[in-house]
């Protein structure tokens, strides 16, 4: 036989033992709870779904983190997240539930994504979704409740940083960019202020080689003053032609020098080819409007009074819709209503949390880690557009948000973590004990306590080390002296005392007896 070899865990995964099951367990229950309270209606759903779902819902950008595989020719991935599968879920099945309908849900998630502090490629997120309900109170509905679950859990120096996705947005779309390059500008936002322009230009020119150093502006910057100026004119006067003049004159054009297009190749297709090409370069201006204009929206960034102004005064050199700095503001008067303290809120207009989807506000949650480094604790925003992707008949408002459970475990205190283990350990001393033994210990976890029972033999004094090793507060033993006289030991074992409690009153006297402990 082969030797065998050692199996670890896969890169990026982790084992969770019991004390820090315990501390995420616990925290995971508040959180629902707290959701619970909001009128948040838990339900469960699939951890492995059909690959095409997150694709169409989150775009390219996910397909290099997803777990995919094909399965019985059918292409399946294990979820990265499950507001997809929320809206999955009621496309197909809540569609006639009145609405708004809030539900919440907690369950672990897989990204295949480089590990890090922090950052694992399974983790568990706790989150609530908000579908058929829009404006102001809804989306200050969304930010209370994230930030009022986070202080149900003790986490009060957190910052609420909100940003908004519709400026931007339609300050592109109104430049007339292709989509694809749309997206792109959308997704790198927050890449331009953290990396640099020339990181975003890089990138750029991988979708777009024409813009900033492709092929047409080296030809350009290459040519002579004369042959430069006018290659220009003829450029800019084949941009300016219809379809079919354009057409004429680069056929009456290339005819006219004798030059013939290859006999395998269509003459007609490629002046099309060519043609396309020469208009497409129409759009390196119109990018570079549109870095410049997201280096000035990603620079209002602080104290919702000091950055308003400034996006007020953005929007109107724009000539953007007023009505979407305003509809935030709303949002803010709303949330103060709910009692937030507007000095841990900040807008940042160069956030940016997979912009090619959301619709709207956005959010983090950030709070300092152990280390003192800032941590994202949870994260949101709205998507209006997603049940009509997804399949619905129409589409619906829908906002949400996540906890990360791993993190919150990080910036918590230790006395979080709800319990090492049992909280009474039950020693029968003989053979004969144990049904007595079994008795006691079912009548304490009737009253909702834990217990753990010995069932290997060992003398009393190695049963009590072993009850010490495993956290227990009490003891109680049961011996032949004890079962005749229907009554047991009773050990705390931070004090070391004991004393002899009937059968009858132990559930009791245990109670108050761990109450003390606490």
């Known amino acids: 036989m082969p030797s065998a070899e050692k199996i670890t865990a896969l890169r990026g995964m982790r084992d969770v033992f019991s ?84 539900i919440q849900y907690s369950g672990p998630v897989f990204r295949y994504e480089k590990p890090q502090q922090h950052r694992y490629r399974q983790f568990t997120l706790t989150g609530a979704e908000l579908l058929g309900a829009g404006g102001p ?43 694809q390059l749309v997206n792109f500008l959308l997704r790198n936002m927050e890449n331009l202020r953290k990396r640099g322009l020339n990181a975003v230009l890089e990138s750029l020119e991988t979708i777009y080689p024409e813009f900033q150093g492709g092929a047409l502006a080296a030809e350009n910057a290459n040519a002579s003053g004369n042959d430069k100026s006018g290659r220009l004119h003829l450029i800019n006067a084949l941009r300016e032609m219809t379809d079919s003049e354009a057409h004429q004159a680069v056929t009456d054009f ?77 949002t803010l008067d ?3 209503q709910y009692g937030e303290s507007p000095g841990r809120t900040q807008l940042d207009f160069g956030m940016n949390r997979g912009l090619h989807y959301y619709t709207g506000l956005i959010f983090e949650l950030h709070a300092a880690a152990p280390d003192g480094e800032p941590i994202q604790l949870a994260g949101g925003g709205r998507y209006d557009n997603l049940v009509r992707i997804l399949g619905g008949s129409d589409s619906i ?50 009253q909702g306590i834990a217990v753990e029972m010995s069932i290997v033999d060992r003398t009393l004094r190695r049963s009590l080390r072993r009850a010490d090793r495993r956290g227990a507060a009490l003891v109680v033993i049961i011996g032949e002296n004890e079962r005749r006289q229907n009554a047991a030991i009773l050990r705390d074992m931070r004090s070391h005392q004991e004393r002899q409690v009937g059968l009858a009153d132990l559930a009791r006297t245990v109670e108050e007896r761990l109450s003390e402990h606490e």
Do not use: W
């Not at 820090?20 to 948040?40: K, N, T």
């Not at 209370?144 to 592109?172: K, M, N, P, R, W």
């Not at 049992?422 to 004990?433: K, L, N, Q, R, S």
């Open 19 to 102: 004390a820090e099951y315990a501390r995420y367990q616990a925290i995971q229950d508040r959180l629902e709870r707290h959701l619970r309270l909001h009128g948040y209606i838990a339900i469960d759903l699939p951890i492995l779904e059909n690959t095409e779902l997150y694709l169409r819902k989150s775009g390219e950008d996910i397909a290099d983190r997803l777990y995919e595989f094909d399965f019985k020719s059918r292409r399946v991935a294990l979820r990265p997240e499950v507001t997809a599968s929320i809206l999955r879920a009621y496309v197909e099945r809540l569609q006639d539930e009145p609405l708004p309908l809030r």
């Open 137 to 179: 109170r809804a989306d200050a509905e969304v930010l209370h409740l994230a930030c009022s679950g986070l202080e149900q859990l003790g986490v009060t120096d957190y910052i609420l940083t909100i940003g908004h996705t519709v400026l931007l947005e339609e300050f592109l779309n109104r430049l007339g960019l292709r989509k």
């Open 254 to 330: 290339l005819h006219s020098l004798n030059i013939r297009i290859a006999a395998n190749r269509d003459e007609g297709e490629v002046i099309e080819r060519l043609l396309r090409k020469i208009r497409q370069d129409q759009q390196a201006p119109k990018l570079q409007l549109a870095l410049d204009f997201m280096q000035r929206l990603g620079d209002l960034t602080g104290a919702p009074a000091d950055v308003l102004p400034g996006a007020r005064a953005l929007a109107e050199e724009f000539d953007l819709d007023r009505d979407i700095l305003m509809s935030l503001e709303r």
């Open 334 to 336: 709303c949330l103060a």
């Open 397 to 446: 408002p829908a906002a949400g948000f996540a906890y990360g459970i791993e993190r919150l475990g990080s910036v918590l205190p230790s006395d979080n973590e709800g319990g090492r283990g049992p909280a009474v350990f039950v020693i029968p001393v003989a053979e004969e004990d144990y049904p007595a033994g079994i008795g006691i210990a079912a009548d304490l976890r009737a």
